[in-house]
């Protein structure tokens, strides 16, 4: 019976250990992929470290998190050692109370903590960025430097350090020779803590980071909508430099010991592990800086761009880059309403790529400046039906970008046309589709579609109208169980895995170009005309550099790698010829021409108080869909 | 003495700025209405009757306390056992699956979360084993079963170093004495090792369930847009809503209900260590 037992136990911690692996080796795994799919293994290959490499904000996110972690586990464990050697020291009362105070972050959940530093770094007006990051890591991390040295300390005899000094030692020599020796596995062991939490934290970074400053964990939350199996080959590396950092600590020890044995010298452990640790960081620092000078137009300067996720072509960046000898930093959004509030709070970008309405929100509140048009060559270049809209009427403040509509896109093999077109929107409520719908997490485009499938307009301001919108998308999601979703369900619906789904014209190309079976329907009570269009805000750093980039991207060359990478309609009236024209990638595919003189179409319009209460709506739709479960 | 005690103040200044006052910050914003100056200051509790008057919120701050209960009880389930028999290999052994267990937990977070996208998606590895072994042609990403997995997954490891610690320290014996004294193996574990490494698991339960509640891109990668936590609702009115009044009023109901819990358990601690100090005695 005993062995029958250890049997099950020895399977059981078999089986978590495949557990825990397992996600690992399949993504060191498809980092050599040769196809773009998570689930397909097509061929070996390095495309993806190339693209990683090339790419160069990856690494860059690498390295933030390392930097970060090294920094923030050198100074908490020395603060932190130094603080509780003294805390040890402390009256009761002190050292009770700061005990508390320790647990905060600890006994706090960390999205709470991350909320305080944020309101913390605001309300002092602090640049977020890098040194916020920092700070924050520092600033949790040293309650588990403490945690993990207080227990060495309570067992020393707290006589040592005065018998040390009876002895002649100064209070210096007592404390690095006598005490800190006693305790060195305390700080070792606080070491490490802080730097996992460090490199494994996201929730923190993620609320007190700005300026485009990204660790991984950030990096992959922002781009892991769409599969981008760089994620993969970025990971990878990391885990090789952890691998290779635990094996350095758990093989030195012994090394060490194997050496004292020789030549019978006492070595401190901290010593190679310091060594080691700046080893990294050189070599880090190394790979980060290389690259030979060249004189160029705004050689040393940086770009500061907020758009979409997803949203530029392969090469534009680099090749922007090239050009000018500026860095460029982008950083992603995923919605107008998330990059409205960071922009209202200070935060100085160059270059912003906001839809119609929120254009118009942003001028209206005094957030951008006007263009300077002596400065732009890219106007005559673009489409007609683009220019001149109401949200900015003679194109003072803005220059387009991609344009579109929001249409069905659905299965040919599971839908009708005869269905759409009697339906309309309404097949979202046809319960033959259950399950097989997707939503897509926008407030705006959802209650679109509620209002145009009443016969609304979707500008409406009547609150009975809104809250006829908000029972037609509550019974969608009541009785459909749609999935709802944001640039997952672009590869969703190019693997065909649902019938139908809302969709944006532009991600409803690249679905068709990639998957045969699926159309693109535009029902016929009217849908959203939308624009995205670049801006530069009123404290942007580099006004003359933005300028250069709203030419380049809407220039031939740029807005052709733009269009034809993210498959989105260009505002380039040669580039969006080109690119549906005979040969061109999106031919015949209807989606990639907007539909723009149908008179049931609409621009959004800003509108304060309904965006509140629209919303509040929506959030309420998506609780209202988790409860439905 | 003086001297090393003086060493702590840059900290206790230190601490005041980036911990304390953070946290009073958060308590600020959840009683004031945004655009409150200093000048016309005024204290309300609107945030906290608007949240506790609506059904859907209350709906989701239960159904988060529900999953991270469901997966804590799913860590405790499997972690506990695991933990056990690695505390009884040999030390080498023991070493070996301690690191074993330990090297996951170095790698982000959200990278072994994305990582599981690519097994949980449609004709993805899971599925493909599903479907052999005849359970097959389901949905499993963006399923509540999904969220559930990614939790344990992440935070599993917690739970059994905390109960494998706790386990080492035991002196073992205390297991032999009791067999020797006649307990069979059930009465033994029930008496002996299970108090014994209490310790370690609330400590476990505590790494688990704390996360678990707050957490919001597990929910968000692997739940889909439809699997609202409490986490993710706070996000959202920070990050989408821009309501931050109302966002701080939800951190802090959360903060409250989880230092009441953690008071609970600890209560249920001292209680249980209070009893077996008696019981030795008679």
Known sequence: MKKEKRFIGKLLVILVIIFFYLPIFYMIVFSFNDGKSLTGFTGFSLRWYKHMFEKGDMLEALYTTFSIALIATFVSTVVGTLSAIGLSKSKKLVRELMEQVDNLPMMNPEMVTAIGFMLLFITFGVEKGYMTMLLAHIAFCIPYVILSVMPKIRSLDPNLADAAMDLGATPWQALVKVIIPQITPGIVAGALIAFTMSVDDFIISYFVTGNGVKNLSIMVYTMSKRVNPSINAVSTVMILVITLVLIMINVMPLVIAKRQKKTGRKRKILVPAAITCTGIAGIAIFLMSGGVEKRRPFEGQTLYVYNWGEYTGENIVADFEEYTGAKVIMDFFDSNEQMYIKVANGEAYDILVPSDYMIQRLIAEGYLQKLDASKLDCMDKLTDAVKNLPYDPHNEYCVPYFWGNVGIVYDKNKVTLKDLEQEGYNIFLNEKYQGDVYLYDSERDSFMMALKALGYSMNTENKEELNQAYEWLVECVQTMKPEIVTDEIIDNMAQGRKALALMYSGDAAYVMVENEDMGFYLPESGTNLWSDAMVIPRNAKNPELAHAFINFASDYEGAYDNSSYVGYTSANQEVMEELSGEGGEFEGISAYIPRSDYELDEVFVYNEKIRKDISNLWSKVKIAASNAN | MKKFSQMAIPYIVWAMMMLVLPMALVALYSITQPGNSIVSFSVTLDHYVRFFTDHDFLLILWRSLWIAVKTTVVCLLIGYPAAYYISRCRERLQNGLVLCITIPMWINML?????????????????????????????????????????????????????????????????????????????????????????????????????????FFIPKLLGGGKYFLIGNVIENQFITVGEWNFGSAISMIMAVIMMLLMMCVHKVEMRNQGGRGKEKKI
């Open chain 2, 111 to 215: 990278v072994r979360t994305y990582a599981w996208i690519g097994l949980l998606s449609e004709g993805g590895l899971i599925q493909k084993l599903l479907g052999i072994l005849g359970l097959g042609d389901r949905e499993l990403l963006y399923t509540e079963g999904a969220v559930l997995l990614g939790m344990v997954y992440n935070f599993l490891p917690f739970m059994i170093l905390q109960i494998h610690t706790a386990l080492c320290k035991m002196d073992y014996s205390l297991l032999e004495a009791s067999a020797d004294l006649g307990a069979d193996p059930v009465k033994t574990f029930q008496r002996i090792t299970l108090p014994l490494s209490l310790p370690g698991v609330i400590n476990g339960i505590t790494l688990v369930f704390l996360p678990a509640v707050s957490s």
